[in-house]
């Protein structure tokens, strides 16, 4: 026995962990490496709050990762508490049978995941096996649990999820993807229930899945569900919470903003670890916006502890509110506070005032119905009663010509000059971005891809509003908030309404705001030039 914990314990080269491939974008691995990143965070907290205790010497400590899939928390869980528990327990089998039966917990994702967890864990798929090296348990689960559940369909959506019954409606053979940990409305019920009496965690740690399909798409398309773990976990009052999500809450976006709102104004969540790649995290593994962790203190608020990282490198380190005064969304840049900062100070109108909402016409053609609307008073010539038509993405670059009676939004605007800029553009990364206008003039109209800013009775504004939006100053402030290739109307509520009556340079700009020579020389390092290779 002792020799098989012995292996099971000691470091392993290749670590098995390090070398299984991700099961999707949806369901990431994390590296023993960020596991023990975020373990040592955890660590660190206790100690500060301890009066230096450490952590891994506390034999009363429970841990729980709700979302296991390939066990990397709680073996690396497991491995520091057989080191930091030798003095108390000398034995090497009863310290590791006190660790896996009293101290760490897990509820596994799926059940090809519950077996990888147990085999990592407890060294056998079986927790009650003659291979496991804990003896304390009867039951094969240990306290690694794992149990089939169905969706509960309500309109043909998961109540709890919102996964689409079209799609994951499925025969027993294949997996529901219905999480335990967010199907449930009474989560310490639960926890009660499967891992049996009073339960408390002093921990909770994990990568939850991201997103869920809804039948209408992948991507950005899909649900975002990370978000639920967190506040289920929350609910759990555990002492510290430390999870790996995507950092496209930062801005909220498709059922985000509440969460965004609560994560923002609440002041226990103190050190944010920020990915802008989420190649640097996760390599091979392509989130839009990339990931973050954090560290959240359910007894010690104050300011957040902001990290960024570029690579191997942390670029920047800051303390700071999460949310600025008069801001709704995340300024992930820590330089750029004091840059936004003398802009607010100005306090001139938003330029989101001027962009459109989605789909400024009404030819959303995710609509049913619209092409059968649309198509027939389509041509590609003029014709009595027609206005321009821009239908890039629509299908094919150009432009057309439709009825102007098959208009339905907006219809004062037809007649103004306008910009039209693509509701999706670049990836996301300031560095990659530059945003590509064009004037329309009067009689015109766009389909759903793309938003418009004005209207305006003059072509001279038009122009100058494009001059402005070519500038870095313009750029780096929409960079901001955006973090993915979607740019809605909010992307634009940081960047200055100015006067439309002269065009910009970012020498005007940069006098205005009265920037200094460190933060010009920042927006100039962050923001490429625009070029030919610029998409």
């Not at 670590?15 to 099961?23: E, F, G, K, P, Q």
């Not at 962009?355 to 041509?379: C, L, M, Q, T, W």
């Not at 494009?466 to 100053?473: I, L, W």
């Amino acid at each position: 026995m002792s020799n098989k914990a012995e292996f099971a314990l000691r470091d392993r080269n290749p670590d098995v962990l390090s070398c299984i491939a991700n099961l999707s974008n949806d369901e990431v691995f994390t590296s023993p490496d960020l596991a023990s990143d975020m373990l040592d965070l955890v660590a660190d907290a206790w100690a500060e709050d301890h009066d230096g205790a450490n952590l891994w010497a506390d034999s009363t400590v429970r841990f729980l990762d709700p979302v296991a899939k390939s066990g990397v928390f709680l073996r690396e869980i497991t491995k520091r508490l057989a080191f930091g528990l030798a003095s108390q327990i000398p034995d090497l089998t009863d310290r590791v049978n006190h660790i896996l039966t009293q101290q760490v917990y897990g509820i596994a994702i799926t059940h090809l995941t519950s077996l990888l967890t147990r085999r990592s864990v407890y060294c056998s798929k079986h927790a009650n096996g003659r291979h496991s090296i804990a003896k304390g348990f009867d039951s094969e689960m240990g306290n690694i649990w794992f149990q089939r559940l169905e969706h509960t369909w309500t309109d043909s959506m998961c109540r709890f999820c919102r996964a689409s019954e079209k799609t994951l409606n499925r025969n027993k053979e294949l997996e529901t993807y219905a999480y335990a940990f967010i199907h449930t409305d009474d989560i310490k019920s639960f926890i009660h229930e499967i891992f049996g009496g009073h339960m408390h965690f002093d921990v909770i740690i994990g990568n939850p899945p991201y997103q869920l399909n809804d039948g209408g798409g992948v991507g950005s398309s899909a649900i975002p569900i990370y978000h639920q773990f967190v506040l289920q976990a929350k609910k759990l009052e555990p002492r510290y919470l430390s999870m790996v999500i995507p950092s496209r809450w930062f801005t909220g976006g498709r059922g985000l903003d509440g969460f965004r709102d609560e994560m923002l104004h609440d002041k226990r969540l103190r050190v944010l670890h920020d990915f802008i790649n989420a190649r640097d995290c996760f390599p091979g593994v392509e989130i839009k916006g990339g990931v973050c962790f954090f560290l959240w203190n359910k007894e010690n608020e104050g300011d957040c502890l902001v990290s960024t990282h570029d690579g191997d490198e942390i670029t920047s380190v800051a303390e700071r509110p999460l949310i600025e005064k008069g801001a709704e969304t995340f300024i992930r840049f820590n330089e750029a506070i004091s840059i936004l900062r003398k802009v607010q100070k100005q306090k001139d109108k938003s330029f989101a005032d001027l962009v459109s909402a989605n789909d400024p016409f009404g030819f959303d053609v995710r609509v049913k119905g619209s092409y059968r609307r649309v198509k027939p008073k389509f041509k590609m010539k003029p014709f009595e009663n027609s206005v321009a038509f821009y239908y890039n993405g629509w299908r094919k670059d150009g432009i057309g010509y439709i009825d102007r009676n098959s208009i339905s939004r907006n219809t004062d605007w037809i007649d103004a000059y306008k910009v039209f800029v693509p509701k999706a553009w670049g990836v996301g990364n300031m560095t990659r971005d530059w945003l590509q206008p064009f004037i329309g003039s009067p009689n015109s109209c766009c389909t759903e891809t793309y938003l418009v800013i004005g209207p305006f009775e003059d072509k001279s504004i038009a122009d100058n509003v494009v001059s402005y939006t070519q500038t870095k100053f313009f750029h780096f402030l929409i960079a901001l908030v955006k973090i993915t290739q979607n740019t809605m109307k909010k992307a634009y509520s940081f960047i200055p309404t100015q006067d439309f009556s002269q065009s910009w340079s970012d020498e005007e700009l940069n006098a205005k705001y009265a920037l200094c020579a460190e933060e010009v020389a920042y927006i100039n390092r962050m923001v490429r030039p625009m070029n030919g290779d610029n998409e």
